[in-house]
């Protein structure tokens, strides 16, 4: 038997975290076992991993490095975390996965698309059964975001020109993938939002 995996995407502030945990939370109490995890990170090497690439000069790297580190990140992620937990029957749900490379690498650090979905195919090969784009204003994304205050604001710091750019990117793979993309509106309170969610997997199981 093998588990569900679920990821959440969308842009900085949209609220994934919190609706990932909240999730988390509802299914548990509802009897399942979860794997909650997050990219960049969600094992011990690619945690290292997300330090050398959210943290430090944004021109640390070129563009094809951070694909390569992104990648590396994942494909410890998915041996030591990702596929173990689905092995065992767990559902999984995960903070940005792949369609994040995609959107952040292949669209808006240059036309590395292509790159991005040939390293993906090579190394990772593997797409969620379900993916939640959290959709939001970028004003409030960003705004939301800023809030935090973290260390790790490289890829904040584009400013809102560039989170305008990344939504459209994220809802075009929306539409180029409707089997496995669900868009939720992500304005509004974190329950609303969260009671969006449950619609949405409500009406799955019918
Ligand atoms: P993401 O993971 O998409 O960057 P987070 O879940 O970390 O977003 O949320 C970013 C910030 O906004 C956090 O401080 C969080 O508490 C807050 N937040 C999350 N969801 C909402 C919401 N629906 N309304 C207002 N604030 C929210
Ligand atoms: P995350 O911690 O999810 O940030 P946030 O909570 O602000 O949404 O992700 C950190 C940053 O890493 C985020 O700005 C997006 C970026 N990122 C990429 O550029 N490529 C990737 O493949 C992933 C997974 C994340």
Same mark, same amino acid.
């Given at each position: 038997m093998t588990g569900r995996f679920i990821t959440f995407e969308g842009i900085d502030g949209s609220g994934k975290s919190t609706q990932a945990q909240l999730l988390a939370n509802r299914l548990r109490a509802a009897g399942r076992d979860v794997q909650l995890t997050r990219e960049p990170g969600g094992s011990p090497g690619a945690e290292e991993i997300r330090r050398l690439v959210l943290e430090g000069d944004p021109d640390r790297w070129s563009p094809e490095t951070e694909i390569l580190l992104f990648t590396a990140s994942r494909r410890d992620h998915l041996e030591r975390t990702i596929c173990p937990a689905l092995a065992a029957g767990k559902t999984v749900i995960c903070d940005r996965f792949a369609?994040?490379?995609?959107?952040? %690498?292949?669209?808006? =650090?240059? /036309? !590395? =698309?292509?790159?991005?979905?040939?390293?993906?195919?090579?190394? $990772?090969? %593997?797409? #969620? /059964?379900?993916?939640? !784009?959290?959709? $939001? /204003? #970028? /004003?409030?994304?960003? =705004? +939301?975001?800023?809030? +935090?205050h973290g260390t790790e604001e490289r890829f904040e710091d584009f400013g809102v020109e560039m989170q305008v750019r990344m939504r459209a990117a994220f809802l075009e793979l929306a539409m180029a993938n409707p089997d496995r993309f669900r868009v939720i509106d992500g304005d509004g309170s974190a329950d609303e939002v969260a009671a969006r969610i449950d619609a949405v997997l409500a009406e799955m199981a019918t």
């Open positions: 369609d994040s490379t995609r959107v952040y %690498q292949g669209v808006t =650090r240059g /036309d !590395l =698309r292509e790159t991005v979905d040939a390293l993906h195919d090579l190394m $990772i090969g %593997q797409e #969620p /059964d379900l993916t939640f !784009l959290v959709d $939001i /204003d #970028p /004003d409030v994304g960003l =705004r +939301r975001a800023l809030s +935090r």
